[in-house]
C-alpha cells in the first residue's frame, strides 16, 4: 500500500502548474491589450473632413421636365491623420435634387498620404434629363425664388494604410447640402460636408 504523501505532493504540483498557466494566460491577454492600446495611441486615428470650397451652375434650363445644368465644384478632402494614409481605390460623385440623382461620374483612384488636403475638381454634366413632375416643379418654383439646394453625395472605397499595414476595404459615404444662389452667380459657397464610414 503506498502512502499517501507523494499522492498530495503530486496534486501539490499539479495546482502549482495550473496557477502558472493561469498566470501566462493573464499576462499575456495584457500584454495583448497593452499593444493594443499603444498602437491606438500612436495611430491615434483621426475623422476625416471633407467640405465643399466652392461651385457653379452653368447653362441651366428647364423646359418640359427636362433638364441641362453643368455642375462645377472643388470638394476638399483632409486626412488630419499622423500615421494614417488611405487608398481612394473607386469614388463616385453624384448632384441630386429632392432625391433624384441628377448628375453623376467617377473620380480617378487616388492616394491620400498622412495630413493631407487634396481638391478635387469636379464636373457633373446634366444633359436632357427627365425628372418626374413633382420634382421639375419643385426645381422651378426654388429656381424662380433665387435658392436651389442640392445634395452632393460621394461614395468611395477606401483602404487605410499604416506603415506597411494595410486594412480591408471600407465604403466612405459623404453628404453635403449647398445652396446655389441664382440671383448673383449662380454659384454656392464654402458648405461643410457630414461623413458616414
Ligand atoms: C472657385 O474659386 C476659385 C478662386 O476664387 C476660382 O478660380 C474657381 O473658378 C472657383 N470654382 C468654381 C467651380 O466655381
Ligand atoms: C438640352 O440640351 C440639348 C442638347 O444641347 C438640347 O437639344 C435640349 O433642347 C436642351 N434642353 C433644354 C431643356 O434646354
Ligand atoms: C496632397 O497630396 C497631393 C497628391 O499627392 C499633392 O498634390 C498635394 O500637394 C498634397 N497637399 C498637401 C497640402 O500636402
Same mark, same amino acid.
Given at each position: $500500500? #503506498?502512502?499517501?504523501?507523494?499522492?498530495?505532493?503530486?496534486?501539490?504540483?499539479?495546482?502549482?502548474?495550473?496557477? *502558472? =498557466?493561469?498566470? =501566462?494566460? *493573464? &499576462?499575456?491577454?495584457?500584454?495583448?491589450?497593452?499593444?493594443? *492600446? =499603444?498602437?491606438?495611441?500612436?495611430?491615434?486615428?483621426?475623422?476625416? &473632413?471633407?467640405?465643399?470650397?466652392?461651385?457653379?451652375?452653368?447653362?441651366?434650363?428647364?423646359?418640359?421636365?427636362?433638364?441641362? #445644368?453643368?455642375?462645377?465644384?472643388?470638394?476638399?478632402?483632409?486626412?488630419?491623420?499622423?500615421?494614417?494614409?488611405?487608398?481612394?481605390?473607386? $469614388?463616385?460623385?453624384?448632384?441630386?435634387?429632392?432625391?433624384?440623382?441628377? &448628375?453623376?461620374?467617377?473620380? !480617378?483612384?487616388?492616394? !491620400?498620404? +498622412?495630413?493631407?488636403?487634396? %481638391?478635387?475638381?469636379?464636373?457633373?454634366? &446634366?444633359?436632357?434629363?427627365?425628372?418626374?413632375?413633382?420634382?421639375?416643379?419643385?426645381? !422651378? @418654383? /426654388?429656381?424662380?425664388?433665387?435658392?436651389? /439646394?442640392? /445634395?452632393?453625395?460621394?461614395? #468611395? @472605397?477606401?483602404?487605410?494604410?499604416?506603415?506597411?499595414?494595410?486594412?480591408?476595404?471600407?465604403?466612405? %459615404?459623404?453628404?453635403?447640402?449647398?445652396?446655389? +444662389?441664382?440671383?448673383?452667380?449662380?454659384?454656392?459657397?464654402?458648405?461643410?460636408?457630414? =461623413?458616414?464610414?
Amino acid at each position: $500500500m #503506498a502512502p499517501p504523501a507523494p499522492q498530495s505532493q503530486l496534486a501539490a504540483r499539479r495546482s502549482k502548474l495550473l496557477r *502558472l =498557466i493561469a498566470i =501566462i494566460i *493573464l &499576462a499575456l491577454i495584457v500584454l495583448v491589450g497593452l499593444v493594443v *492600446l =499603444i498602437i491606438w495611441l500612436v495611430v491615434k486615428p483621426k475623422g476625416l &473632413a471633407y467640405d465643399i470650397e466652392n461651385g457653379s451652375i452653368h447653362g441651366f434650363s428647364l423646359s418640359d421636365n427636362h433638364l441641362n #445644368a453643368t455642375f462645377d465644384f472643388v470638394l476638399r478632402a483632409y486626412n488630419p491623420n499622423r500615421k494614417v494614409a488611405i487608398y481612394y481605390d473607386s $469614388m463616385q460623385v453624384s448632384v441630386a435634387y429632392d432625391d433624384q440623382t441628377v &448628375a453623376s461620374n467617377g473620380v !480617378q483612384p487616388f492616394f !491620400q498620404r +498622412h495630413r493631407n488636403v487634396t %481638391r478635387l475638381e469636379v464636373q457633373l454634366v &446634366a444633359q436632357s434629363l427627365l425628372l418626374s413632375g413633382p420634382v421639375s416643379k419643385d426645381l !422651378q @418654383r /426654388e429656381r424662380s425664388s433665387g435658392k436651389v /439646394e442640392l /445634395e452632393v453625395r460621394v461614395k #468611395a @472605397r477606401i483602404r487605410f494604410k499604416v506603415g506597411t499595414w494595410k486594412s480591408k476595404h471600407r465604403t466612405l %459615404r459623404v453628404f453635403c447640402l449647398p445652396v446655389v +444662389h441664382f440671383s448673383s452667380h449662380k454659384d454656392f459657397g464654402r458648405t461643410k460636408c457630414e =461623413i458616414d464610414l
